[in-house]
């Protein structure tokens, strides 16, 4: 069965220091999405992603926040300068359609520590 | 904006027993989805359930079912036959409508222990 997957499963930075979490999407969803969740809290929306540019984005998703889709697999998150309170674990899902049918399949999730 | 609730902050139920999840939202929209994902100790989300706002019946799926009470913006899990694999956190999910990338607004969760 196809899945999301991401990489890598856990990431360490330094403060200030920029990161890149990426995700290979199902190969034939046309949408995509990152989510993320402080440990112990709910998961929050972060940014969704369609036809090449961004369609919708939280409050969290400021200028620090960036998403690409490099090529036809990969789906990527920068974060600029990553602060303490980044530190969470982020989710990247995608669906095939936002009709009827949808439905997120999430990946694993990349936890991500900033010391 | 939508919000979910999800009063029940843990609870736990015997094996081969059955424990029911309550969630609440709040939206003035008429057309959109609820579902239930399922958070195992490896933190991956996994969906369980849903359910379209505009079908009356009640989905189901094999020892899952809901409760969707439109009307009271009501949409409890129940888990029959409880297995000790059930172990996890269980978030109740919004999604509204609309042409492209419908984002999940998620309630607290649940977090539910299957004894032995």
């Known amino acids: 069965e196809p899945e999301v997957t991401q990489t890598p499963s856990h990431q360490v930075t330094q403060m200030g220091q920029e990161v890149i979490l990426r995700c290979v999407p199902i190969s034939n969803h046309l949408y995509f999405y990152w989510y993320r969740q402080i440990l112990g809290q709910k998961v929050e929306f972060l940014v969704s992603f369609y036809n090449n540019e961004i369609s919708e984005k939280s409050e969290i998703f400021d200028d620090q926040f960036s998403v690409e889709r490099p090529d036809g697999s990969n789906f990527t998150l920068k974060i600029r300068s990553t602060k303490l309170e980044d530190s969470a674990m982020y989710f990247c899902a995608s669906s095939r359609t936002s009709g009827s049918f949808d439905t997120q399949y999430f990946g694993p999730g990349t936890r991500l520590t900033v010391l | 904006a939508q919000t979910v609730t999800q009063s029940q902050p843990e609870m736990s139920v015997q094996e081969a027993e059955t424990v029911t999840l309550s969630c609440t939202y709040d939206t003035s929209e008429n057309n959109y989805y609820l579902f239930w994902y399922k958070q195992p100790p490896s933190r991956q989300m996994i969906l369980v359930i849903r359910q379209e706002a505009y079908k009356q019946q009640n989905a189901t799926e094999n020892r899952f079912s809901v409760n969707f009470q439109k009307a009271a913006k009501s949409f409890s899990l129940k888990i029959s036959d409880s297995q000790l694999g059930d172990t996890a956190m269980y978030f109740c999910?919004?999604?509204?409508?609309?042409?492209?990338?419908?984002?999940?607004?998620f309630g607290g969760g649940t977090r539910v222990l299957v004894k032995p």
């Open positions: 999910a919004f999604m509204k409508l609309k042409a492209a990338g419908n984002k999940l607004t």
